[in-house]
């Protein structure tokens, strides 16, 4: 089912269908000149690609993005508040909430961690919340929280002014939120928890897949992009190298590479793309790290079954917005119930991202179904089950026109000295009729997504 039924979107049809389509080349060009790209690694080989886009945007009405907005905030505040609670006192789990076990065995759970607290007492400064809206209840539904490295928010950035360029009539004619300032939250927010000195942008390098965003966010917001090789710790003090030999103390590193590369004396020795002494800068609090190392504790797929009851058990409320219906074979009932329904549910393991890991028992052959029966059985903690969502179709423009094609939303939330939703996001695409991976490393599309209305 397509979801098209808005006043907003039909106001948008109507334009479009007196634009001159062959402009589109315009924005094509666009993301070519500027290299907005999303690389790819397939079959051991690294593939740097322009990331597909699409004319038609995905409209969400204003009222309708409020009760996104107001439910995102809510479990953001519970989220850096479990993640504050299992890093000190875990009163959640002396309390019964969340089993100790679902917690240590997480995979990202850095125990090494315990007893220190951030810079402000905030550790999810830039999230990316993935939702889907269900075409049965018309409601939005949570699928994950990304709480690490979340990315993908200069693609829509980047192609809103070439979109207003290209077709100013929608802006004209439309009420459309803007998104440019973006850039200002984000650098505001590093700002807010910076340590003292310069902030600036880590990147592996431009082989690394979003490459071309880690160059935007470091422009837009006046920080230096830098690699390992341009930092250096000395006395638990982080500097960057200056070209004239001189050195400049950084007070808050954006960071663009996971926990276990981000040290080579702390986490993964043989990493070449880390901080030598950067997390004993940081465990002094001589520097923020954002998002906070640890974090992946609280987007490992289990530990999202619990979120609901973080809001409940955190800030006293019922949750605004619904977690996919998810089932934990940790739990022997839960168990019963997927070993039953195999062939009908969607399977994920906890620890993967990206779209990777995840098995939907209706495609799946018997000997497969078997398999994966065996691994629940051996390993219960390292999957998860949900119940598919038959989530909206939208409109896309493919070669023979308008088709509809399976979307979900990234929603992008930065925490600083209060909490802000973007009035925006990154709708994901699947190129193919008929695919639930829409996911940019599966090779999926993006859309501009315009929140529309008083």
């Excluded at 790209?37 to 309708?64: A, V, W």
């Excluded at 006046?222 to 003090?237: C, H, P, S």
């Amino acid at each position: 089912m397509v979801d098209n039924q808005s006043a907003e979107y039909r106001k948008f049809l109507e334009i479009f269908n007196t634009v001159d389509l062959g402009k589109a080349a315009q924005l094509k060009e666009f993301l070519n000149t500027f290299g907005v790209n999303f690389n790819l690694f397939k079959g051991g080989q690294f593939i740097e690609r322009s990331f597909p886009f699409d004319i038609i945007p995905r409209i969400i009405p204003k009222n309708e993005f409020d009760r996104l907005e107001m439910g995102i905030k809510q479990r953001m505040k519970a989220l850096n508040l479990f993640l504050n609670d299992i890093y000190n006192d875990q009163k959640i789990v002396k309390d019964g909430i969340i089993p100790m076990e679902f917690v240590t065995s997480a995979k990202a759970f850095l125990p090494k961690f315990m007893g220190f607290t951030p810079s402000k007492g905030i550790r999810s400064h830039i999230s990316g919340i993935d939702l889907v809206k269900n075409s049965k209840t018309d409601e939005w539904v949570i699928l994950e929280d990304n709480l690490r490295v979340p990315s993908g928010v200069s693609y829509p950035l980047s192609i809103r002014k070439a979109y207003r360029r290209t077709y100013p009539e929608y802006f004209e004619s439309m009420t459309i939120a803007k998104v440019k300032h973006y850039p200002t939250h984000l650098q505001e927010m590093m700002n807010y928890v910076n340590c003292g000195g310069i902030n600036v942008v880590l990147t592996p390098g431009r082989f690394n897949s979003a490459f071309y965003e880690h160059s935007y966010l470091a422009k837009e917001t006046g920080a230096k992009l830098v690699t390992n090789e341009d930092l250096v710790v000395v006395d638990d003090i982080l500097y960057l190298k200056r070209y004239d030999g001189a050195k400049v103390r950084v007070g808050a590193v954006y960071r663009r590479l996971d926990d276990d590369f981000l040290d080579p004396q702390f986490f993964e020795p043989t990493s070449l793309i880390g901080v030598p002494g950067i997390i004993n800068a940081y465990l002094k609090k001589n520097v923020a790290i954002i998002n906070a190392v640890g974090n992946g504790v609280a987007d490992d797929k289990g530990i999202y079954y619990f979120v609901p009851k973080m809001i409940r058990y955190y800030l006293g409320e019922e949750p605004i917005l619904s977690n996919a219906p998810t089932y934990l074979p940790y739990f022997e009932e839960d168990r019963k119930y997927i070993l039953d329904h195999l062939h009908e549910l969607v399977i994920k393991d906890v620890a993967e991202a990206g779209g990777y890991g995840v098995l939907f028992g209706s495609k799946l052959s018997k000997e497969e179904l078997s398999n994966i029966r065996a691994m629940i059985i051996a390993e219960p903690r390292r999957f998860i089950a949900q119940e598919l969502i038959e989530f909206y179709d939208i409109d896309c423009m493919m070669e023979g026109g308008l088709a509809p094609r399976k979307s979900d939303l990234r929603a992008y939330v930065i925490y600083g000295e209060e909490i802000k939703v973007w009035s925006g996001g990154l709708t994901r695409y699947a190129l193919e009729a008929g695919n639930y991976l829409v996911n940019s490393s599966q090779g999926g599309g993006f859309k501009d997504t315009w929140v529309v209305g008083e």
